[in-house]
């Protein structure tokens, strides 16, 4: 007999929300988890109301303090098995600590938080409870991206020396958020951002591709912050040079005020023997060359390993469900393989009851939260020092 639906309940994500939306449909996309309660709005009023306005019925809470205490009271089959963290960065620590102390999994919204300390005692926490934790690194989830691990760090591409991961858009290229744009107005607000804009908006999305396809770390960096929109207190434009841990460069760099740029972010992974290219708005297929051959483009749903070029692919990869090739996946399919790659986990650890590491092979972990905002922190102080090579903190 089936199991019944995993019950996931938002944290954020009332009146005109964006990301809830994506995240709120991935949840429901396979019918084996499903949202059931939210507290959705900083006011408690208005909490209730967009709960009961909410396209299906869920369980409305004044607070997320409420919601994530009336747990304990609740049969097992009402409890909430995780809880979605869709707050403006400075809402995501308060929330995910209280949600681990009540034994909820968490997934969270990337940036993990607004600062290392508090990064570092999220990690303390799910390192000593063992529960669930997820961070919302949507671009993992496109099988091409997996595709793309398996690729390189099959050796395939030689010794990487050189990686050039992005992120571009053109939405702030004004200053957007005089005009009260909801999702404008907080980001470019330091104590609701944290220390950088761009860069913990979408940098650290960039820095969580290449660590992702090649294992690399970053172990040192120049940084270059700078906001073009006048009057504007964090950046809009990041640009970093790093060195990564076996030798090679890259750059991890971000825009959000290049016009005509949309959701721009892609990656070119360069080795000794070849080089692997993917763009997420063409995110169907890869294009792989090596040294002397023609280009290789593999589509999702066309790859069969050992094809002469191809060696053995992760049958974990090949097992993932998609839809025939040529019926195109994209933004809204990656995030629900994020959700369904986690709820694997959330019915392992339940079904175990033993604690969980959760390795970061299919969605970011914990310690890649940490990670981005080490990451973040340091290209502050470089950038403060007018790009002076800056190490990373020592890995958590
Ligand atoms: N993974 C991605 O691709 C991606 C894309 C966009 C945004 N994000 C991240 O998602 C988060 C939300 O971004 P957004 O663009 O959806 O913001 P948004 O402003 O559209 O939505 C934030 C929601 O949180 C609610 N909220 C704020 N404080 C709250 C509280 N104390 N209790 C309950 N609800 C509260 C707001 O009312 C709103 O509903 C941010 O951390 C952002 O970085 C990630």
């Not at 050796?155 to 992120?167: A, K, M, N, Q």
């Not at 972010?265 to 997420?280: A, D, E, F, M, P």
């Not at 959700?339 to 310690?367: L, Q």
Request: aromatic share 8%; charged share 20%; with cysteine.
């Amino acid at each position: 007999m089936s199991q019944r639906p995993l019950n996931v309940g938002l944290i954020g994500g009332g009146k005109g929300a964006f990301i809830v939306q994506p995240h709120q449909r991935a949840i429901n996309s396979d019918g084996t988890r499903r949202v059931t309660a939210g507290a959705l709005f900083p006011d408690p009023k208005i909490a209730m109301e967009e709960a009961a306005k909410w396209p299906y019925p869920i369980t409305g809470y004044p607070s997320y303090d409420d919601m994530i205490t009336a747990q304990a009271g609740l049969p097992n089959d009402k409890k909430l098995d995780y809880v979605l963290i869709v707050t403006p960065n400075h809402v995501h620590f308060d929330p995910a600590m209280k949600a681990l102390k009540a034994g909820i999994p968490v997934f969270c919204e990337k940036p993990l938080t607004v600062n290392l300390e508090q990064a570092a005692e999220l990690v303390k926490m799910v390192h000593k409870t063992g529960i669930p934790f997820g961070v919302a690194h949507t671009y993992l989830g496109h099988w091409t991206t997996r595709f793309s691990r398996a690729i390189v760090r099959s050796g395939l591409l030689g010794e990487i020396r050189w990686v050039d991961s992005y992120y571009i858009q053109g939405w702030l290229a004004t200053k957007l958020e005089d005009t009260g744009q909801q999702q404008a107005s907080w980001r470019v607000n330091p104590k609701l951002a944290g220390a950088s804009g761009c860069g913990g908006d979408i940098g650290t999305h960039a820095l969580m591709q290449l660590r992702f396809l090649t294992g690399l770390e970053v172990t040192e960096l120049s940084a270059q912050l700078e906001a073009f929109v006048p009057g504007r207190k964090l950046d809009d434009h990041f640009t970093i040079y790093c060195k990564l841990n076996n030798g090679a460069k890259a750059l991890v760099r971000a825009s959000q005020i290049c016009i005509g740029h949309k959701n721009d972010l892609g990656i070119s992974v360069n080795g000794t023997k070849g080089s692997l290219r993917w763009r997420q708005e063409d995110p169907e297929c890869i294009t792989v060359s090596l040294m002397g051959q023609p280009d290789r483009v593999y589509y999702r749903g066309c790859v069969v390993p050992n094809d002469g070029f191809l060696k053995d692919m992760p049958a974990d990869l090949m097992a993932e469900p998609v839809i025939p090739p040529g019926h195109p996946e994209a933004f809204h399919d990656a995030f629900a393989r994020l959700h369904r790659c986690f709820e694997a986990d959330v019915r392992k650890w339940k079904a175990t009851g033993k604690p969980m590491h959760i390795d970061g092979s299919k969605y970011a972990n914990v310690e890649d939260g940490w990670m981005g905002i080490a990451f973040i922190e340091t290209c502050v102080k470089s950038a403060k020092k007018k790009g002076l090579w800056t190490k990373m903190p020592r890995k958590i």
